[in-house]
């Protein structure tokens, strides 16, 4: 999935898949996470936020199914 660069001190970059409702954020630490059945809006918000890290927690952490990418790895959408 292409990710866009992020300035922020929590979120080093993400990437949206419509076709699959998925987000994937890689953080600042340089882990890697997929975040699924994330509605577009939400997406649109977090490239929007003044603090895309507070938005991030407030919104996105503990509300969708994740799932952590291992280094490397590349799953399929």
Known sequence: MEREAFDSSVIASA???AAV??????????EIYRYRLV?????RELRDADSA???FNAVVR???PEEWMPHGATPAS
């Open 39 to 43: 509605p577009r809006r939400v997406w």
């Open 21 to 30: 409702q998925t987000l994937e954020v890689e953080f600042a630490s340089g």
């Open 53 to 55: 890290g507070a938005y």
């Open 62 to 64: 503990d509300r969708y």
């Open 15 to 17: 990437g949206y898949d």
